[in-house]
C-alpha cells in the first residue's frame, strides 16, 4: 500500500459564515458555481461548495474531489438570524491568523469597478496606498478576497469589459510563526512544492506560495513582468513576519477556537459523504490518491493528529495539524481511489 503525494490536491479552504444566501450571492457574483451542498440537519450546520466552473476553469466539470481551488463554506443553522453574531475573518486581535482568499482576473481594473458598482466594500482599492496592483475586497462577512491580475495593469488600464469565467481561486493565505518549520512540514509531509518566494526586508516579512505542480515546471518569472502564478489555483500562501519564531509566547489563532472563523484547509483523496461534522472542524483540505496509505504515512512522519482516520463516526476524514495548529483535512480522490477502505 503506498501513496503518490505529486499527485495530492489542495482540494479546498473552509471559512464559516453567518448568512449563507448572502456569501453564495456574493461569491457567484465572482463567478464562482455551487457545485455541491451536504446537508447535516441532525447536527444543524450545512456545508456549500463554490468552485470556478465555466468552459474555460481549470478544473471544469470535475467531481468535487478531483479539483483545486474550491471554496467550501460552513453554516451553523440559525447565525443568520441573531444579530449578535459574528465570525473573526483572521485580520484582527484577538482572532488573527488567517488572512485571506484570493482571486485572478483577466482585466482587473474592469473587475474591481464591477464590484464596487454592486455595491460591495473593499478593504484596500486598487488605486490605495503603494501598491497598485492588487486589490482586497470584502465578502459579506468581511473575510478579505485579495483580487490580483492575471495581465500586466498598464495593459488593462483602459479595459472596461471583465470576463468571470477566466477567474482564478488563485490562493489561501495564512501567517505563520516558524517559517523554518512550516516550510519543512508542508514540502517533507505535505509533499507540497515551493513556487515561489517573495522578500519584502524593508516590511519585515516574507511571502512564500506552495502548491502541487502535477509535473509542470516551477515559473520563475513571466514575460509580462506579472506574477508567474497568477493563472493558476490551489496554492497556499505563507507569510512569516521576522521575528515571531523567536517569541516563546506568541502564537497565531487557528479560527477553531473563539473567536472562530477560518477553519480548514483539505487536501485531496478519494471522498465519501456521510456522517457528521462538529461545530468546530475548520480547516484546509487536500485530496489524496490513497486514503488509508497517505494516513500511514503520516503517522511514520509523526505528525500531530486533530483527529485520525480512525476516530470518531467518520472513517473516511482525517485532520492533520500543522506547526501553528491550523487543520488540514484530508480526503480520498473519487477519481484516484486505489483500493481505500471507501
Given at each position: 500500500?503506498?501513496?503518490?503525494?505529486?499527485?495530492?490536491?489542495?482540494?479546498?479552504?473552509?471559512?464559516?459564515?453567518?448568512?449563507?444566501?448572502?456569501?453564495?450571492?456574493?461569491?457567484?457574483?465572482?463567478?464562482?458555481?455551487l457545485i455541491d451542498k451536504l446537508e447535516n440537519p441532525d447536527a444543524k450546520f450545512d456545508l456549500y461548495f463554490l468552485a470556478f466552473d465555466s468552459p474555460k476553469?481549470?478544473?471544469?466539470?470535475?467531481?468535487?474531489?478531483?479539483?483545486?481551488?474550491?471554496?467550501?463554506?460552513?453554516?451553523?443553522?440559525?447565525?443568520?438570524?441573531?444579530?449578535?453574531?459574528?465570525?473573526?475573518?483572521?485580520?484582527?486581535?484577538?482572532?488573527?491568523?488567517?488572512?485571506h482568499t484570493c482571486v485572478s482576473v483577466d482585466n482587473i481594473q474592469a473587475a474591481c469597478q464591477r464590484i464596487e458598482d454592486a455595491g460591495y466594500k473593499f478593504?484596500?482599492?486598487?488605486?490605495?496606498?503603494?501598491?497598485?496592483?492588487?486589490?482586497?475586497?470584502?465578502?459579506?462577512?468581511?473575510?478579505?478576497?485579495?483580487?490580483?491580475?492575471?495581465?500586466?495593469?498598464?495593459?488593462?488600464?483602459?479595459?472596461?469589459?471583465?470576463?468571470?469565467?477566466?477567474?482564478?481561486?488563485?490562493?489561501?493565505?495564512?501567517?505563520?510563526?516558524?517559517?523554518?518549520?512550516?516550510?519543512?512540514?508542508?514540502?517533507?509531509?505535505?509533499?507540497?512544492?515551493?513556487?515561489?518566494?517573495?522578500?519584502?526586508?524593508?516590511?519585515?516579512?516574507?511571502?512564500?506560495?506552495?502548491?502541487?505542480?502535477?509535473?509542470?515546471?516551477?515559473?520563475?518569472?513571466?514575460?509580462?513582468?506579472?506574477?508567474?502564478?497568477?493563472?493558476?489555483?490551489?496554492?497556499?500562501?505563507?507569510?512569516?513576519?521576522?521575528?515571531?519564531?523567536?517569541?516563546?509566547?506568541?502564537?497565531?489563532?487557528?479560527?477553531?477556537?473563539?473567536?472562530?472563523?477560518?477553519?480548514?484547509?483539505?487536501?485531496?483523496?478519494?471522498?465519501?459523504?456521510?456522517?457528521?461534522?462538529?461545530?468546530?472542524?475548520?480547516?484546509?483540505?487536500?485530496?489524496?490518491?490513497?486514503?488509508?496509505?497517505?494516513?500511514?504515512?503520516?503517522?511514520?512522519?509523526?505528525?500531530?493528529?486533530?483527529?485520525?482516520?480512525?476516530?470518531?463516526?467518520?472513517?473516511?476524514?482525517?485532520?492533520?495539524?500543522?506547526?501553528?495548529?491550523?487543520?488540514?483535512?484530508?480526503?480520498?480522490?473519487?477519481?484516484?481511489?486505489?483500493?481505500?477502505?471507501?
Amino acid at each position: 500500500m503506498a501513496t503518490d503525494t505529486s499527485i495530492y490536491k489542495f482540494n479546498h479552504s473552509m471559512i464559516r459564515v453567518k448568512d449563507p444566501q448572502r456569501s453564495i450571492k456574493y461569491y457567484e457574483f465572482l463567478g464562482m458555481k455551487l457545485i455541491d451542498k451536504l446537508e447535516n440537519p441532525d447536527a444543524k450546520f450545512d456545508l456549500y461548495f463554490l468552485a470556478f466552473d465555466s468552459p474555460k476553469a481549470t478544473s471544469h466539470g470535475n467531481k468535487r474531489s478531483d479539483r483545486e481551488g474550491i471554496l467550501e463554506l460552513t453554516h451553523n443553522y440559525g447565525t443568520e438570524s441573531d444579530p449578535n453574531y459574528k465570525v473573526a475573518n483572521g485580520n484582527a486581535e484577538p482572532g488573527k491568523g488567517f488572512g485571506h482568499t484570493c482571486v485572478s482576473v483577466d482585466n482587473i481594473q474592469a473587475a474591481c469597478q464591477r464590484i464596487e458598482d454592486a455595491g460591495y466594500k473593499f478593504q484596500k482599492r486598487l488605486m490605495d496606498g503603494r501598491m497598485r496592483n492588487i486589490a482586497f475586497a470584502l465578502d459579506p462577512d468581511s473575510y478579505w478576497v485579495e483580487i490580483i491580475g492575471q495581465k500586466p495593469v498598464e495593459e488593462t488600464e483602459t479595459v472596461k469589459e471583465t470576463d468571470v469565467g477566466t477567474y482564478r481561486f488563485n490562493h489561501t493565505m495564512i501567517r505563520v510563526k516558524d517559517i523554518d518549520k512550516t516550510l519543512d512540514f508542508y514540502k517533507n509531509v505535505m509533499g507540497m512544492t515551493l513556487m515561489r518566494t517573495v522578500e519584502n526586508k524593508d516590511s519585515g516579512f516574507n511571502l512564500y506560495f506552495l502548491a502541487y505542480p502535477h509535473g509542470q515546471s516551477v515559473p520563475q518569472s513571466s514575460k509580462s513582468g506579472v506574477n508567474p502564478l497568477s493563472s493558476c489555483e490551489g496554492l497556499l500562501e505563507l507569510t512569516w513576519n521576522y521575528g515571531t519564531e523567536k517569541d516563546p509566547n506568541f502564537k497565531y489563532h487557528n479560527g477553531n477556537e473563539e473567536p472562530q472563523g477560518f477553519g480548514h484547509i483539505c487536501k485531496h483523496y478519494p471522498y465519501i459523504t456521510g456522517g457528521t461534522i462538529t461545530d468546530s472542524i475548520r480547516s484546509q483540505g487536500v485530496s489524496v490518491d490513497n486514503l488509508d496509505a497517505a494516513c500511514s504515512r503520516f503517522e511514520e512522519k509523526k505528525v500531530s493528529w486533530k483527529k485520525r482516520l480512525t476516530d470518531g463516526r467518520m472513517k473516511n476524514i482525517a485532520f492533520v495539524l500543522d506547526p501553528d495548529g491550523y487543520w488540514i483535512e484530508v480526503i480520498q480522490n473519487d477519481s484516484l481511489n486505489k483500493g481505500s477502505n471507501m
